[in-house]
């Protein structure tokens, strides 16, 4: 029996979807691929793609739901596939991003015997390829071991600092999986930016287990340019004004900008390609810089009317990064 044909299927995966053709296919092998595939239906939630990847979703047991244009956000499109799922498990990725092993949803399952784990979140990497930024390139210094977060006095949580409670709360719907029951419960919140890292905040403030277990991995890369890495930042940084009351200062470049350096001369790549690599990573380093400076600047002279108007001059519409071709 096929996941599409599942009545009663144990786990969905929910992928939102849109213009994936040059992704989507490495994703869906490794999705069926999976040692849980005979217990699992795949729902793709697709906002108008033109590029084939309609055609190619059909040649998959997938469920295909479409989102009409200008009705998607990261929060509220992502509770809309929740709701359709038919699994008591749900997880959540992105179109390109491809499990790193066949065991990665097993992995996750793993944690659910406990009764009060609302979700687990796996770990992104990035593969050694040389059309890859080599400083994302995935190299552990040791095994991952799972840890569960939970605090249960809802006060120990929110008494914290802003920035300690952020650090609790670092979770990523490109590799995540939830109780369904749960998180109908704790549904996202109406986003288009840090849906998950703000649900990670809501389940940890109910009193709920969330596990981080980095043993599963997915591999996911986007190019970035310095218009990304800008808004990227500046986006990120009035989040955690926000939601979490902390500002994170830039970092001196005069210190970030001679490491970069060193770490790229010991890449075992031509002498071209370390040239090129160390520009990019400059770039990046100068946005995240100005981004980071102009937001601590308004930040400290107006407070959040102030920074939330400046978030429509410096970002208007969340950033999207350059989807690799292949992982």
């Known amino acids: 029996m096929t996941a599409g044909q599942l009545n009663e299927p144990l786990i969905s995966v929910v992928i939102p979807v849109k213009n994936g053709i040059d992704t989507l296919p490495s994703c869906l092998e490794g999705l069926f691929r999976q040692t849980v595939k005979d217990q699992m239906e795949v729902i793709a939630l697709d906002s108008g793609s033109t590029d084939g990847t309609l055609e190619l979703l059909g040649k998959f047991p997938v469920r295909i739901h479409h989102v009409r244009r200008g009705e998607f956000n990261h929060g509220e ?12 498990f749900v997880v959540l990725t992105v179109q390109d ?3 790193a092993s066949d065991d990665w949803i097993e992995l996750m ?9 609302a979700g687990v979140c796996g770990q992104q990497i990035v593969g050694s390829d040389p059309d890859k930024n080599p400083l994302q390139w995935f190299a552990p210094a040791s095994e991952a071991k799972p840890f569960v977060v939970q605090f249960r006095n809802a006060r120990d949580f929110t008494a914290l600092p802003g920035k300690k409670m952020h650090h609790y709360c670092n979770w990523d719907d490109v590799t995540a999986m939830y109780r369904k029951s749960l998180k109908e419960k704790i549904p996202f919140k ?12 809501d389940a940890l403030t109910q009193g709920y287990a969330i596990v981080y277990d980095y043993r599963a991995r997915v591999y996911h890369y986007h190019h970035q340019n310095f218009k990304f890495y800008f808004k990227r930042t500046y986006i990120i940084s009035y989040q955690n004004y926000k939601f979490y009351d902390y500002i994170k200062f ?19 790549i031509s002498l071209k390609n370390k040239v090129n690599w160390f520009f990019y990573n400059l770039n990046l380093v100068v946005a995240s810089w100005m981004a980071t ?8 002279i107006s407070g959040l009317k102030g920074v939330e108007a400046s978030q429509k001059i410096f970002v208007g519409y969340p950033p999207q990064g350059q989807q ?3 992982n």
């Open 190 to 201: 109406k986003l288009m930016f840090s849906e998950d890292t703000l649900w990670a905040k």
């Open 324 to 326: 690799a071709k292949t």
């Open 109 to 117: 399952m793993s944690h659910f015997d406990n009764p009060e784990v």
């Open 250 to 268: 830039p970092k001196n470049p005069f210190v970030t900008v001679p490491q970069i350096l060193v770490r790229i001369s010991r890449n075992k």
């Open 97 to 99: 991003a491809t499990p």
């Open 293 to 300: 400076l102009i937001f601590a600047t308004i930040a400290g």
């Open 77 to 88: 499109t992502r509770n809309l596939g929740i709701q359709m799922a038919r699994g008591t």
